[in-house]
Every structure is written in C-alpha cells, then in structure tokens.
C-alpha cells in the first residue's frame, strides 16, 4: 500500500517560501522578479501556497522591549499524570492566556514548556501567583529567565 505524501514543491515554489521567509513584505511583482516568473504565475502560486498550508500566515516580527515586554521566561509544566483530562483543561486554559507566546507539548522531565513574554521580574510573579499555579492539572512549575538570546525564531531550513 503505497503511503500518502505531503503535496510537492517544485523549484519555484522553494524560491517563493525562501524569499517570502527572509521578506514577508515583498509586493508580488517585487516577489515575481525575484523568482523570474510574471506576477500572474507568481500570485496564483504564492496564494496555492497559502491553501495547502506551506505559508501558515504573514506578520511582523517586533522588538519585544519596544512594546513593554523585555523579558523573557520559560516555564517547564508538569501536570497530574493520574487525570488525562487535566491536559486538555490546561491547553484549553493556555489558549485564553495573552503572555503565553509558545505553548509546548514536549516529552521528558516536564509535559508542557511554555515560553512566556511580560515586563519585568515583578510583572512575572504576579503571572505564576495569580495564573500558571492555578492551570487545570499543575504538579509543578520550573522557571528559567532567559539572560540572552543567542537564535530565536529563525528561518526553517530546507
């Protein structure tokens, strides 16, 4: 039985991914000229792209402490093991949560690891008092302030 693969990308589509993943704010016919294909060929691709999935979503990258928000933590989430139900409470729970930038399912010491963006020190323990201590299913917490960061958030690699 012959396995069902992940829809194909040809050479010009791998160009549209790789331009469009170092500048999402390229025009179509800025795009087009850079692939070497007419802006018709270029948008009809670029929007195929967008409705199998490949471009999940174009967004601007900003400056975390610009906006407020020069701290970043991750929290290591292990939940109550005897409740599976409690997992899908503490995702649920996590969706609704605005600081919560990444939430991950994740296998080892803890089940979730979540990376979290606030103020300050201060701004992050009124969050684990009020909020994170309080999620359906919460064993425990370990919390890490991240003092640089080294590569975050770069283009995949393919």
Known sequence: MKETSKPSLDRIDVKILRALQIDGRLSNAELAMQVNVSPATCHRRTQRLFDKGFITGVRADLAPEMVGLGTLVMVG????????????????????MKEIIDCLLVAGEFDFL????????????????EKLIALPGVRQTRTFFVMKSVKENVRLPF
């Open 77 to 96: 989430v292990a939940l109550d093991r005897a409740a599976p139900e409690h997992r899908l409470a503490f995702e649920e729970a996590i969706l609704k």
């Open 114 to 129: 979540l990376k979290i963006r606030c103020r300050d020190m201060d701004d992050f323990n009124r969050l684990q008092g």
